[in-house]
T-cell receptor, first 116, second 114 residues
Framework: DVKVTQSSRYLVKRTGEKVFLECVQD?????MFWYRQDPGLGLRLIYF???????EKGDIPEGYSVSREKKERFSLILESASTNQTSMYLC???????????????FGPGTRLTVT | AQTVTQSQPEMSVQEAETVTLSCTYD???????LFWYKQPPSRQMILVIR??????QNATENRFSVNFQKAAKSFSLKISDSQLGDTAMYFC???????????FGSGTQLTVLP
């Protein structure tokens, strides 16, 4: 089974702190994603990566950065955490499904971040 | 831009009954894929069912089936014989293929009542 793990289930940080959220997948997937999930808004894409050292902005990249030094690991960085970044953060990975042109995304358990 | 809309924030259904979750979408692409994902309480999100836009036949996976109306841009999920384990947040999502990204709806919280 594909496994996507995230470094923490719950995290509490103070305003202004630098925050690292780590995500690791074990299925050699090319694509990795970071979303934030907020009630009534669904999942919104922050950043994604199609390859090592490659990154693309999603819909809401402001206040975030990412790093992908190894294929299996994709990190989300909050340079200076703010209270409006309190949210659930989900990591996902994907690969083409048997060459059929669609990609199933596999999700991690999520990190609930609270910024006080 | 692609959008996915789920207009039912919460729904409930009695165990063993059938429930339908609604989803509408908008895209200018001709080739795309639609998905329903399930997020159980405190558990990881998993794929429930998918539909290729070029296929007219509605997808079915055991108790889960979809009603795909391409002209109306509608993609509803029907759950038959609802079980307590079906209690979850359900997200409708679309993949237009060109960027391998998913666009998600806002979700529907489904509660199955005993």
């Amino acid at each position: 089974d594909v496994k996507v793990t995230q470094s923490s289930r719950y995290l509490v940080k103070r305003t202004g702190e630098k925050v690292f959220l780590e995500c690791v997948q074990d299925m050699d997937h090319e694509n990795m994603f970071w979303y934030r999930q907020d009630p009534g808004l669904g999942l919104r894409l922050i950043y994604f990566s199609y390859d090592v050292k490659m990154k693309e902005k999603g819909d809401i990249p402001e206040g975030y950065s990412v790093s992908r030094e190894k294929k299996e690991r994709f990190s989300l960085i909050l340079e200076s955490a703010s209270t409006n970044q309190t949210s659930m953060y989900l990591c996902a990975s994907s690969s083409p499904s048997r060459g059929q042109g669609w990609y199933e995304q596999y999700f991690g358990p999520g990190t609930r971040l609270t910024v006080t | 831009a692609q959008t996915v809309t789920q207009s039912q924030p919460e729904m409930s259904v009695q165990e063993a009954e059938t429930v339908t979750l609604s989803c509408t979408y908008d895209t200018s692409e001709n080739n795309y894929y639609l998905f329903w994902y399930k997020q159980p309480p405190s558990r990881q999100m998993i794929l429930v069912i998918r539909q290729e836009a070029y296929k007219q036949q509605n997808a079915t996976e055991n108790r889960f089936s979809v009603n795909f109306q391409k002209a109306a841009k509608s993609f509803s999920l029907k759950i038959s014989d609802s079980q307590l384990g079906d209690t979850a947040m359900y997200f409708c999502a679309m993949d237009t293929g060109s960027a391998r990204q998913l666009t998600f709806g806002s979700g529907t919280q489904l509660t199955v009542l005993p």
